[in-house]
Structures are given as structure tokens and as C-alpha cells.
């Protein structure tokens, strides 16, 4: 059974920092790259950031180049997203996503509320 189950999440104040993380199970993890996407309310989804089967490049959209950063550890078979410097338009669901071609597989999402 695949799983991907992304945790970490929760309030934080702007300027703060969050450690989102991803486990996943049922599948060869390691032959697979990583997405991490976010979704605000009333926006569509929009891919986050991206990380190599190897772990050996990164991709980050615009908005968090600087201060967000992927990271993955294929023996625990596990991403993370460290948030630095979150801002208010950082607030959304953060699901992460594994792809290998046409096979793809999702997270239920977890929850960012930035609040002072």
C-alpha cells in the first residue's frame, strides 16, 4: 500500500521558520523523484519544490528561492521541506508528491497558518 504522509506542519509567525516532513512506504522510493506543492485558498496548486531521485539537485519556484530548502534521505525514505523566513503568502497545504513517469503519488497535505 503506497503512502506518502507529510507532517510538520501548523502555525507559525511570519519571520519563523517550519521543518516540513514526508514519509512514505509501499513503493521503491528511491526510484522516484520528489514534488513538494502548496495550495492556498481559493488558488490553485503550485509546485513548491523539486528534488532528484539522487537528492543531488534541487528546483525552488520563485516566491521561496532563498528560503525554503528540499532535502531527501532515501535509506529513511523521507523529504523534507525546511521553511525559513515564512511570510503570510506562505500559508497553504503542503502536500508532497512522488513521480516516476506516468506514476504519480500524493499526499493527504499538511496544514501552514502564518499568524503573528
Known amino acids: 500500500q503506497v503512502q506518502l504522509v507529510e507532517s510538520g506542519g501548523g502555525l507559525v509567525q511570519p519571520g519563523g521558520s517550519l521543518r516540513l516532513a514526508c514519509a512514505a512506504s509501499?513503493?521503491?522510493?528511491?526510484?522516484?523523484?520528489m514534488n513538494w506543492h502548496r495550495q492556498a485558498p481559493g488558488k490553485e496548486r503550485e509546485l513548491v519544490a523539486a528534488i532528484t531521485r539522487a537528492g543531488d539537485s534541487t528546483i525552488y519556484a520563485d516566491s521561496v528561492k532563498g528560503r525554503f530548502t528540499m532535502s531527501r534521505d532515501n535509506a529513511e525514505k523521507i523529504v523534507h521541506l525546511q521553511m525559513n523566513d515564512v511570510s503570510p503568502e506562505d500559508a497553504a497545504v503542503y502536500y508532497c508528491?512522488?513521480?516516476?513517469?506516468?506514476?504519480?503519488?500524493w499526499g493527504q497535505g499538511t496544514q501552514v497558518t502564518v499568524s503573528s
Open positions: 508528491q512522488a513521480v516516476n513517469g506516468l506514476s504519480k503519488y
Open positions: 509501499g513503493f521503491d522510493f528511491s526510484s522516484y523523484a
